[in-house]
C-alpha cells in the first residue's frame, strides 16, 4: 500500500524534475532589442526581465543590445550585441543545459565553484570549465574566436 505522504513527496520530485528541465534559463537582464522564439517555430516577439527559457528556445540581440540570462545553477552569461543563441537540453539527466552559439558573442561568469557548460558553435563544440569564459563566434568567416 502506497503511503499518501510517499506519493505526495514523489509526485512533488517529479514536478520539480521536470520544471528544472522546462526552465533551464531566466532573463535576468536586458538592453534595447532583445527577443525570444520558442522551438515551435512562433515568431520572434521582445523578451521581458524575468522570463524563463526553456530547452530549444532562441534568444536573440539585436544591434547596440545585450541582455544577460541566468542558469538555474544560478550562473550568468551575458549575450552580446547581434548575437542569437538556442537553449539545449542536457546530455545526460544529471548534467546542465547547454547553449549552441548561431553567431555573436557571449561572456560566462560564476562566482560558485568552476562549472561545467557545453557550448556549441556552426564550426565546433566545446566545454566550458571553470568560473569565466568569453566566446565569440563569426558567422562571415566560419571561426570560432578565442577568448
Not at 534559463?25 to 525570444?36: D, G, H, Q, S, Y
Not at 528556445?57 to 543563441?85: K, M, Q, Y
Not at 566545446?126 to 558567422?139: H, S, V
Amino acid at each position: 500500500m502506497v503511503r499518501p505522504a510517499h506519493f505526495l513527496l514523489a509526485a512533488a520530485a517529479a514536478m520539480l524534475g521536470r520544471a528544472a528541465i522546462a526552465a533551464p534559463a531566466t532573463l535576468v537582464e536586458k538592453e534595447n532589442t532583445v527577443e525570444i522564439a520558442p522551438p515551435s517555430g512562433a515568431p520572434w516577439t521582445a523578451g521581458q526581465i524575468g522570463q524563463t527559457l526553456s530547452v530549444h528556445d532562441h534568444l536573440r540581440t539585436g544591434p547596440l543590445s545585450r541582455a544577460a540570462v541566468r542558469l538555474s545553477d544560478l550562473s550568468v552569461f551575458r549575450v552580446n550585441e547581434l548575437t542569437t543563441i538556442e537553449i539545449l537540453p542536457p546530455q545526460h539527466a544529471s548534467d546542465k543545459p547547454g547553449l549552441d552559439i548561431k553567431g555573436g558573442a557571449l561572456y560566462f561568469f560564476s562566482r560558485e565553484k568552476p562549472q561545467e557548460l557545453e557550448i556549441h558553435t556552426p564550426v565546433a563544440t566545446g566545454a566550458l570549465q571553470g568560473t569565466e569564459c568569453r566566446k565569440n563566434f563569426n558567422a562571415v568567416n566560419s571561426r570560432t574566436c578565442p577568448a
